[in-house]
């Protein structure tokens, strides 16, 4: 796949996973296996690049007697999520197209 | 490998990047190996999990651009100087290495200018051998018209191999190309290791 189009996609993958609660690293691959396989490396870029833009803040926390940090998807990431489902309707819709799926117009 | 030790391999692997950032990756990695044994892991499966130390820290280098190892290098070499050698050695001393680092660039640069000036060295002929084929052969028109067929045979036979040869040369270059590119990236990502490596070993 394309490494831009693959960033992107990936970028959402990580906001969608914190979307209705806080989580953290961990819990962020075990969220995403079963769609995409984040190496803790590939997550740590990319939680980088959320929080310098401003998509995500991060929060240290105690948890069972160590820290932990916590990641909290902030209004702009949720818009940003919202930015990319309308922009993916419109590459579905060119997709059905494509694979010929649409219906015909007589 | 336990924790302790595979952290302290990927803190040793990391020397190459700004102290903070090392304490970062460091922590990171730190909860993915505790989150792991709270999961019921034992340690041992916990670290195997994450890969290989070595594995972890090429993939960092590659994520990592190259210019910031470099600037870290820059700042972490004028630090040393700053602490261990006196102010002379300092002004006489720093100047070298730059000058080395200007010098190894410059090295790799033309390296790279050279290997590239072949691959345009040979899509040149590809690309002449074709235009004069097609001239060759839109030329056998005169000799018709001349009334001279073995001429214009001869010229259209002459043209169609040399537009054949040229195309024959195309992906011989076009693999050529490719295979530079990846050369180069395998360089880079050379280079990034060796900054990321030898800042302490040096």
């Not at chain 2, 006196?86 to 090295?107: D, E, K, R, Y």
């Not at chain 2, 001279?148 to 010229?155: E, S």
């Not at chain 2, 280079?191 to 030898?198: H, P």
């Amino acid at each position: 796949m394309d490494v831009q189009l693959k960033r992107g996609i990936l970028d959402v993958c990580v906001l969608a996973a914190i979307r209705s609660v806080d989580s953290y690293g961990y819990q962020i691959i075990k969220d995403l296996k079963p769609y995409v396989e984040l190496s803790e490396s590939t997550l740590y870029t990319i939680l980088k690049r959320l929080e310098a833009s401003e998509l995500l803040t991060v929060r240290t926390a105690e948890h069972g007697g160590r820290l932990r940090k916590y990641y909290h998807i902030t209004a702009k990431g949720l818009q940003y999520i919202e930015e990319f489902k309308q922009e993916w309707k419109g590459i579905m819709s060119i997709y059905r197209f494509i694979a010929g799926e649409e219906e015909s117009h007589g | 490998m336990d924790k302790q030790g595979f952290l302290a391999a990927l803190r040793e692997g990391l020397r190459g990047l700004p102290p903070a950032d090392i304490e970062e990756r460091v922590a990171f990695y730190n909860e993915m190996i505790d989150d792991r044994m709270e999961e019921g892991l034992t340690e041992a499966q916990a670290v195997a999990e994450l890969g290989s130390v070595e594995s972890v820290i090429a993939q960092i280098a590659a994520e990592t651009p190259l210019v910031k190892l470099v600037k870290e290098k820059v700042r972490s070499e004028r630090k040393r100087g700053g602490k261990g050698l006196t102010t002379a050695l300092l002004v006489l001393g720093s100047p070298i290495w730059v000058s080395l680092l200007i010098a190894a660039f410059a090295v790799v640069l033309s390296l790279v200018v050279a290997a590239w000036s072949v691959v345009i060295a040979l899509y040149g002929p590809a690309l002449s051998l074709v235009v004069s084929g097609v001239a060759c052969v839109a030329f056998s028109v005169v000799y018709i018209l001349l009334g001279n067929i073995p001429g214009a045979a001869f010229a259209v036979g002459a043209g169609l191999a040399a537009v054949g040869l040229g195309l024959l040369l195309f992906p011989a270059c076009n693999a050529l190309a490719k295979a530079l590119v990846k050369g180069m990236k395998k360089l880079v990502q050379g280079i990034k290791s060796l900054l990321m490596r030898r800042k302490g070993a040096e």
